[in-house]
């Protein structure tokens, strides 16, 4: 039973340091690439797959190379996105003075109908509806005022035409009683002429 568990053990320990060994002989060309991958992983490649000598690593030209021309492209595809993007920026930037222009129009375009809504047009000139309705008030009240002054004159004057009219009647009862006393006197002057004639005579 002993025995068994040994061979099991030395079995597993065989497989395992197999395993060990086929990881360990796997060239690094296969851990990575120099064909895809970010550019930081392409340097952390070249440098797995570098030979070390003292201090320095040994790089393979080709591998050099080829990392130079893969920065290359990153540089020409940054570059090409980064003037991509300038144009982007340039066209949003008409766009958004477009729109600044639009709205400047819009906003005075609003401006200018709150304006004809607050006043319009009198004979020429721009009146403000408030002015305006202060202005027809005002002209209301003095018209009110000068009615009420005529109507005050009119009575006044109603008042002296009618005490007038009485005053004239007065003195036409007056003139038409003396006139009466007068004709009544010179009655009696003439009968006491005639009395007086007819006295003569006799």
Same mark, same amino acid.
């Given at each position: 039973?002993? &025995?068994? =568990?040994?061979?099991?053990? $030395?079995?597993?320990?065989?497989?395992? +340091?197999?395993?060990?060994?086929?990881?360990?002989?796997?060239?690094?060309?296969?851990?990575?690439?120099?064909?895809?991958?970010? *550019?930081?992983?392409?340097?952390?490649?070249?440098?797995?797959?570098?030979?070390?000598?003292?201090?320095?690593?040994? @790089? %393979?030209?080709?591998?050099?190379?080829?990392?130079?021309?893969?920065?290359?492209? +990153?540089?020409? @595809?940054? !570059?090409?996105? *980064? /003037?991509?993007?300038?144009?982007?920026?340039?066209?949003?930037?008409?766009?958004?003075?477009?729109?600044?222009? /639009?709205? /400047? +129009?819009?906003?005075?375009?609003?401006?200018?109908?709150?304006?004809? =809504?607050?006043?319009?047009? $009198?004979?020429?000139?721009?009146? /403000?509806?408030?002015?305006?309705?202060?202005?027809?008030?005002?002209?209301?009240? *003095?018209?009110?005022?000068?009615?009420?002054?005529?109507?005050?004159? $009119? =009575?006044?004057?109603? &008042?002296?035409?009618?005490?007038?009219?009485?005053?004239?009647?007065?003195?036409?009862?007056?003139?038409?009683?003396? %006139?009466?006393?007068?004709?009544?006197?010179?009655? !009696?002057?003439?009968?006491?002429?005639?009395?007086?004639?007819?006295?003569?005579?006799?």
């Amino acid at each position: 039973m002993r &025995s068994f =568990k040994y061979h099991v053990f $030395f079995a597993l320990i065989l497989i395992f +340091s197999a395993a060990k060994a086929q990881e360990t002989a796997t060239p690094p060309e296969q851990q990575g690439s120099l064909e895809s991958g970010t *550019i930081e992983s392409q340097f952390d490649y070249l440098n797995s797959v570098s030979n070390n000598y003292q201090e320095y690593k040994v @790089v %393979r030209k080709a591998h050099l190379d080829r990392i130079q021309a893969n920065v290359t492209d +990153s540089l020409r @595809v940054f !570059k090409d996105q *980064i /003037e991509t993007k300038n144009g982007q920026l340039v066209d949003q930037k008409s766009s958004i003075d477009q729109l600044n222009q /639009e709205l /400047e +129009s819009t906003q005075a375009e609003l401006q200018q109908a709150l304006d004809m =809504k607050d006043s319009f047009s $009198f004979m020429g000139m721009s009146i /403000e509806k408030t002015a305006y309705s202060s202005l027809v008030w005002g002209l209301v009240a *003095i018209l009110v005022l000068f009615l009420l002054y005529f109507i005050y004159r $009119f =009575k006044r004057n109603f &008042s002296v035409t009618a005490e007038l009219k009485q005053s004239l009647a007065e003195i036409r009862e007056e003139f038409e009683q003396h %006139r009466r006393n007068t004709l009544e006197r010179e009655r !009696k002057l003439n009968r006491q002429l005639v009395d007086e004639m007819n006295k003569r005579k006799i």
